[in-house]
């Protein structure tokens, strides 16, 4: 991720589909030290991306340097001052080059189903999003209980039913089948999901789970 460097949390931007580590799509890459071992180049190969004159913040805690990022193969293979020619440079100068930011807390259960973007986070240097949280969700269903979903949702996140309603194709019954609809599309980040527990109990008690009606005696 490459973000400026003006105060009060400034724009930031992802370097777009490819450049691991950095903010890209999928396949991230932990930063590595300037002279790995594991990948050598040639000195007529170029890389596929390097990002010079930024400053880098590692997420070590340790303090930031001036220094460049060079990716080869989806992979950041050399930080600090490095030389040779890339298909593709960025000039990060008067930015902070950092690697992406894990949102732990995140509703993007139902726009994960239609939007690749998954905005606005994907703006503001989040590279991993884990969704299902509060409880609130949409799988498991049944048929039928859609709504029921939809307005739990909406009363809890305040996340728009029109909206949801509009945009869910609702191609899945139980979770593992929601995490193949989701498999099969492309995310400008990886996610990750909790199984949330008030579609659990509305798959299994009905509308009753969230009645407060008497249990039943056990036999």
Known sequence: ???????????????????????????????????????????????????????????????????????????????????????????????????????????????????????PSVYHGVTTAVMGNCGVGFAPVRPGQEGFLIELMEGVEDIPGTTLHEGIDWSWESFPEYLEALEGRRFTMDLGTQVPHGSIRAYVMGVAGSLRAPRSPIT
């Not at 490459?2 to 890209?24: Q, T």
């Not at 990022?69 to 293979?77: E, L, P």
Request: proline share 7%.
């Open 1 to 119: 991720m490459v973000s400026s460097r003006r105060s009060g949390g400034g724009a930031r931007a992802s370097l777009g589909s490819g450049a691991a580590g950095c903010g890209a799509t999928r396949g991230r890459a932990p930063l590595v030290p300037s002279t790995p071992t594991e990948w050598k180049k040639s000195p007529d190969m170029a890389y596929d991306l390097l990002v010079r004159n930024g400053r880098l913040i590692d997420g070590t805690g340790g303090p930031a340097r001036e220094g460049d990022v060079a990716i080869q193969d989806g992979r950041i293979v050399a930080v600090g001052r490095v030389d040779g020619p890339a298909r593709r440079e960025i000039d990060a100068d008067g930015r902070a080059v950092m690697p992406g930011f894990v949102d732990v807390h995140t509703h993007y259960d139902g726009q994960a189903t239609w939007d690749p973007d998954l905005a």
